[in-house]
Each structure stands twice: as C-alpha cells, then as structure tokens.
C-alpha cells in the first residue's frame, strides 16, 4: 500500500532561490531512501540517497535530510536552476520486504518549476 | 554502472491489437527487475516484478503480462489491448546489494 506521500503536489521557485521538497513515510522499517528527479517523457533519475543510520547526506547543490522521529524526509535544492524543474520523487525501501521483489516505494511525486 | 534499455520511446497501437515492449540490461547480473506504468501526473504504480528467469510476479490483476526469458531481459506483452492501458511504462532494475533502482527512459503507449 502507499506509505510514502507527499505534502505539496506543486512547489514553484524562483531561479536562485533554495528548494525544500517534503515527503512523510509510515513504516517504521524503512531503512533507506531515495530522491529521484524525473524530467518530462524521461524515466526517474537518481539523485541523492540515504540509510536510515544517517540523519543528513549531501551531494552537489543537493541535501537530504531524514528525521526517523517523526518519519520526514526531506530534499534540499540549493541555488535552484531553471534545469531543475522536473517533479521529484521520494522512494523507501522496507528492510526485510521480500514481497514485490525488494521493489521500493515510491511517493507520488512533486512538480518542482522554477521561474526566472 | 547499470544501463537500461527500453523501446520503442513511443508507441501508439489501436485497441485490441497486441502489444510487446522489450527492456534489457547491461552492467549487471541476476538483478530484480521491475515493470512500472505511470498515468499522466500520476505516480509509479509497480506491475510486475521477477527476481530470475523465468520467475515473474504480477502486483496488478490486467490485461498485461511479463516474461523474463533470459537473466538481463524482461518484456511486457498484452495479447489484445484496451484503451485503459495508456500509459507511460518504465522498466526498472536493482541490484542483490539493494540500493537504488535503476531507470530506464520509457515507453510512452498510446492506444487509440
């Protein structure tokens, strides 16, 4: 079932600014997440991941940040460019989830559009 | 790094007409390997699934099935399509380590 959603289907920034993406997760066995970006027509694109023993990772502009108490993960996009827009996936993997072949879960998405 | 292969990129079929979308990996071994479709602004809903040859599981009771024939390749196939089976469908893999899945670019089916 969906355990991995969502609070802003649509988050509109302007060129330069810093992005926050939000996603909220239900199941306490999550051990590992992922940020995949996902341009128009295009598959999903890794861009950042993290295990659940870590509470922040960063990468090139890019910052996850994973609070296990409450269940939150987070993207941080710094110095948002207008290559950026696209929507944005959050995903989890469910440790010892052998059902749906280690598939993971994935959040419905936000539109990340940025403005000039 | 793992590659995926997906075509054709766009497909555009009449209703009833079969239909075989064909996905193969490169950089990898005995990966598990997925078949998700995506509706338009929707999220990725996860249909099939096989984690060897010949080993395919379906999270989705429809009018599509899967068969993996050999361990880097995996088709999607509908003996007679419907027009709810538009759709973006991307076939993923992961690796035994378990970290994140790999993509490939699409298929985006039209059925008319």
């Known amino acids: 079932g969906e355990s991995v959603g969502l609070h802003l289907p649509t988050l509109s920034v302007q060129e330069g600014d810093n992005s926050i993406i939000n996603c909220a997760y239900s199941?306490?066995?999550?051990?590992?997440f992922i940020w995949y970006k996902q341009e128009s027509g295009k598959g999903p694109q890794f861009i950042i991941d993290?295990?659940?023993?870590?509470d922040k990772r960063q990468g090139q502009r890019v910052t996850v940040l994973l609070n296990k108490t409450v269940k939150h993960l987070s993207l941080q996009i710094a110095a948002t460019q207008p290559g950026d827009s696209a929507v944005y996936f959050c995903a989890e993997n469910i440790r010892g989830d052998s059902n749906s072949g280690y598939a993971l879960n994935f959040g419905k998405g936000t539109s990340l559009l940025v403005t000039p | 790094s793992q590659t995926i292969h997906q075509w054709p990129a766009t497909l555009v079929q009449p209703v009833g007409s079969p239909l075989s979308l064909e996905c193969t990996v490169e950089g990898t071994s005995n990966p598990n390997l997925y078949w998700y479709r995506q509706a338009a602004g929707r999220g990725l809903q996860l249909l099939f699934y096989s984690v060897g040859i010949g080993q395919i599981s379906s999270e989705v009771p429809q009018n599509l099935s899967a068969s993996r024939p050999q361990d880097r390749q995996f088709i999607l196939s509908s003996k007679k399509l419907l027009l709810s089976d538009s759709g973006f469908y991307l076939c993923?893999?992961?690796?035994?380590?378990?970290?994140?899945?790999?993509f490939g670019q699409g298929t985006r089916l039209t059925v008319v």
């Open positions: 993290i295990r659940s023993n870590m």
């Open positions: 993923a893999c992961r690796g035994r380590s378990g970290t994140e899945a790999f």
């Open positions: 199941n306490s066995a999550s051990d590992y």
